[in-house]
């Protein structure tokens, strides 16, 4: 972090490097970066209709008040629009509008926006740059690095994609205060990830500024983001296609998108992750990969961001989902275990084979537990 | 080439290098390069309705001899399938089926095949790779390599896609005598683009060869395809995402385009872009960029290639369409002029900016001529 307050970091992509910019006010630089990408001056400013007339219309103003023609579309927010309906009709409109390979876009907004405008730009005339504007906790720390872009389909979430690494990423953690604190708490949930999998200092510094996190205090938000940045992009930068070690990040996710999948999307995100962190743990602890003990920590760590009125999921449903994803995708699911926190257990290529009991019954446990 | 008179041509591309193997029999191979690229022995095979029952349906079971797993999809034949619809479907289709990111495209048959396949290739499941089968000139001459896919949209064609280089591409030279005349005449001006802009020597090889290769003779074929696949890749390797050299391959284009456009698309590409360059030619001998005398040998060695029946073209709608073009894209159209055959005048950037004027009086030119 630089010693003004504001972490800058360098992910290193396969087509070039780009910085991460974090702290309070950084969305005065979007101008700066756009242009840097829109060699023809022209952007497309991509938000959806909630975040759009708080942050997107602002980042829009801004772009042209620096010289900048800019195409302001919007969409309606949810993760019901992230579809490739959405990925047209906003492809159609830059086309509309005539925006030549030598414009870039600026998506504003959470990991929908994100996701979907990096699609946009990943597959407009081919690829044209995107410089990401995230302005929620989830997808500062998660959607930033590593150039996952995408849409859902009926078969599932970000089954449609491609792999297009932003050109710049403006995190203003100025931003986080706008948001639900319901939704800061989900987006959290992911740097806490990145603690167990990687970092027991950064886990242990979490659970003591959570309160600071949450009411979006720039500074603790601004070292947070900052240092789950850094850490993703060294697990992304060593394997930017998924291969391999980057299936750490997958913590908590095989068990977490069943649970939220079961629960039709009502749960969030963020609490589906947070109970497939803890489901997982258990089985690590049963399986005598993870040490003892580990999962009590994850689940006090937890405590504070699971919401205690949230939706109730069956775990037989989750089951059926492993399952018929399995049969689906043509191999059992596996798993990352900790071994303990702030380090993975290297298993098989980083994950584990698991009985479908032993699932069954650490699905069981914690969905009681919610 | 190999002594077994099959070409083995090394694409130097980002995500690594890969082979084109071209000569008659080499569809043979394609068991064997598609399990290379589908670690989980699934693959899926995508053809169109015409070419399918020719060589789709013979690829699909040569893969299901060679124990794979094979789930072949076709869509109806026609640049009118080239579209986010059919993408869309078929990449359903192969969610439905259950492939997952361990699995392969293998893209059998035309242009439009090979582009639309591997724009369902480098999207689905945010990509995997695609083992191409051309079974066109076209197909084979151009679209082999430089990683280019997509589809096209009412504003125009390929406007959505992605550089996805494939993991191999097979090209069997004597799939080429099932196809007709007509479409071996519009696939072989690329053959004599590549000659124009790179090798006078080949481009006199073309000329003396040229009956031969309407005939589909495969020695013929083998060698003309192995040298155009080479001489593309080597502008291609040097300049992937199409920033600056690269341009060189637009020769013939900018106005081949227009006037393909203008004959809503009932003109061939191949006779479009014939004209295309005799228009640039024309526009290159009267700024003085390219020498005297070039055009009148251009005219002479396509002439073969051109079809007198074809569909009559009003300058005035092509130059319509540049101007269109113009405004829709933010700036003047440039053109890839000639110094000599077998050399590109390098211009500002290899491009060249015209007078609308002088483009008017090619096109009045070419198009009374044809």
Redesign the interface.
Known sequence: MRPDGRGLIEVRA??GPYFVHVGPGVLERVPTAAAESAR?G?VAVISDDRVGPIHGERVAELCTAHGLEVTYLTFRAGEASKT?KSW?IL??QM??A???R??CVVAVGGGVTTDLGGFVA??????VPVVQVPTSYLAMIDASVGG???VD????K??????HPPAAVLADTAVLSTLPREERAQGLVEAFKHGAILDEAYFAELTSVTDELLAADTTAATAVVSRSVQLKAEVVENDE?EGGRRQILNFGHTIGHAIEAASDYALGHGSAVALGMLAEAWIGEQTGVTSPGVGGVLAAALEPLLDPGEATVEASDALAYLSSDK?????RPRFVLLDRIGQVAEGDGWTHSIDDELVAGALTRVLDRS
Do not use: E, I, P
């Open positions: 396969r087509g023809g022209r490739r047209s492809t159609d086309l509309d005539g925006l030549g030598d414009s990943a597959t407009y005339l081919r690829g996952k872009t995408g389909v009926r078969a599932g970000n089954l449609v994609g491609a792999f296609f049969k689906a995708r043509g191999g």
